[in-house]
């Protein structure tokens, strides 16, 4: 496209992270872009997943899903940049820290700051030390699980190892994303270069296309609706799982990310993110085939005893002002969209995908949103053939 030609006109469906990121980066790609939803920016409801969640950069791709890698590799680094840049986005550095019980149920680590510093750096210069971590035997590992892809190829920073050799585990540097503020942040970008944001609902696709701003038929229309995509009209892809997962907010205060899988748990681990501005979020289950709104507080009873159990830091009267127990002050559900084959990103016609990501939305957005735009311009350059 160049600035002499009319702008492609582009409405896209749903404003959660990922239709978000993909309107920003079709305007930024000179594309004249609106976006509808149930629900914009600002708005809590456990149904606008995006704004009811806290993430992080972590992956769990496997070492044969290189495109899963390479998405989550443009999100560790568009985050990593985000948070040193600019803090007022809602996203902020800190460690996180990866530990595994024992089936016992005795922690292999302390969840103490002691750790040892693993050659395996990010650093340039860490090209020697790395080739004598090159295996995984060489590597700490927890239980049976190999240590992470990120981990092994030195790709994140600030590597460490924790244990004396007779535990596992270790920590690395990440982000954490206060969702409600990204969002808003990816709000007022879009308005900054140009795109329109309204809340309106549909019942097919094909109304998409006589909602942009111009009040001109769109050419190109961006599904992003997540789980409401097993329902919507024109698309209804039954292949999506509904995945529910519940948060505790508390006031409690600590200094990094904690991850803990628990093999007693019944498959019930624990993730605890610090808030930027102080406290916590503690969540631990991610429950497959779930759509029921169902108040799980059973299980957050249960989150919130695992945490006491295994993070001293979180009852620890000493640091931040922390009460002997832990304060609970709200709890959420939020529903995600997953597939068995991963997200769908792929353009059929003049329309275009791009759902289904679980808990990565946030992690492979840009990635994602980066692909959209590919789809677009291959649309338009096949438009433009045809039209010569």
Same mark, same amino acid.
Request: aromatic content about 6%.
């Given at each position: 496209m160049t600035s002499s030609k009319p702008k492609v006109k582009v409405v896209v469906v749903g404003a959660g992270v990922l239709g978000l990121t993909s309107a920003l980066l079709l305007l930024k790609a000179n594309y004249d872009v609106t976006v509808i939803g149930k629900h914009l920016p600002g708005d809590t409801d456990a149904d606008y997943t995006s704004s009811c969640s806290i993430a992080n950069w972590v992956s769990t791709a496997t070492d044969d899903e290189e495109f899963t890698q390479h998405v989550h590799k443009v999100g560790y680094r568009y985050f990593m940049e985000l948070a040193r840049s600019d803090e007022s986005c809602g996203v902020h550095m800190v460690p996180h820290q990866h530990n595994v019980l024992r089936a016992d149920g005795e922690s292999e680590s302390s969840f103490s700051d002691s750790s040892t510093s693993s050659s395996a750096s990010s650093s340039s210069s860490s090209s020697s030390s790395h080739s004598s971590h090159s295996s995984d035997s060489a590597l700490p590992v927890a239980g049976n699980s190999a240590v992470p892809w990120f981990i092994r190829q030195n790709f994140v920073e600030g590597i460490k190892f924790i244990g004396d050799g007779e535990t596992s585990g270790y920590s690395f540097q990440?982000?954490?994303?206060?969702?409600?503020?990204?969002?808003?942040?990816?709000?007022?970008?879009?308005?900054?270069?140009?795109?329109?944001?309204?809340?309106?609902?549909?019942?097919?696709?094909?109304?998409?296309? +006589?909602?942009? #701003?111009?009040?001109? !038929? =769109?050419?190109?229309?961006?599904?992003?609706?997540?789980?409401?995509?097993? %329902? *919507?009209?024109?698309?209804?892809?039954?292949?999506?799982?509904?995945?529910?997962?519940?948060?505790?907010?508390?006031?409690?205060?600590?200094?990094?990310?904690?991850?803990?899988?628990?093999?007693?748990?019944?498959?019930?681990?624990?993730?605890?993110?610090?808030?930027?501005?102080?406290?916590?979020?503690?969540?631990?289950?991610?429950?497959?085939?779930?759509?029921?709104?169902?108040?799980?507080?059973?299980?957050?009873?249960?989150?919130?005893?695992?945490?006491?159990?295994?993070?001293?830091?979180?009852?620890?009267?000493?640091?931040?002002?922390?009460?002997?127990?832990?304060?609970? +002050?709200?709890? #959420?559900?939020?529903? !995600? =969209?997953?597939?068995?084959?991963?997200?769908?990103?792929?353009?059929?016609? %003049? *329309?275009i995908h791009n759902y289904a990501v679980c808990r990565y939305g946030f992690v492979s957005s840009i990635a994602l949103a980066e692909k959209v735009v590919r789809l677009a311009n291959e649309f338009v350059a096949i438009e433009h053939a045809l039209n010569k």
């Open positions: 990440t982000v954490t994303i206060e969702a409600s503020k990204y969002l808003c942040h990816l709000k007022n970008e879009i308005e900054r270069h140009g795109g329109v944001l309204g809340r309106r609902s549909i019942n097919h696709i094909n109304e998409a296309y +006589y909602l942009h #701003d111009s009040h001109c !038929m =769109a050419d190109l229309v961006i599904n992003c609706t997540g789980l409401a995509s097993t %329902t *919507l009209g024109g698309v209804e892809d039954h292949d999506v799982i509904p995945v529910k997962t519940q948060t505790v907010w508390t006031n409690n205060t600590i200094s990094k990310q904690i991850s803990l899988n628990d093999p007693n748990s019944g498959g019930e681990g624990i993730y605890v993110y610090p808030r930027m501005k102080g406290g916590t979020i503690i969540s631990g289950s991610y429950i497959r085939d779930s759509s029921s709104s169902t108040d799980q507080k059973k299980l957050s009873k249960r989150l919130i005893k695992r945490a006491t159990r295994y993070i001293a830091e979180l009852t620890d009267t000493k640091t931040r002002g922390n009460t002997k127990e832990i304060c609970k +002050y709200r709890q #959420d559900q939020r529903f !995600m =969209a997953t597939k068995a084959n991963g997200p769908r990103v792929e353009r059929e016609g %003049t *329309l």
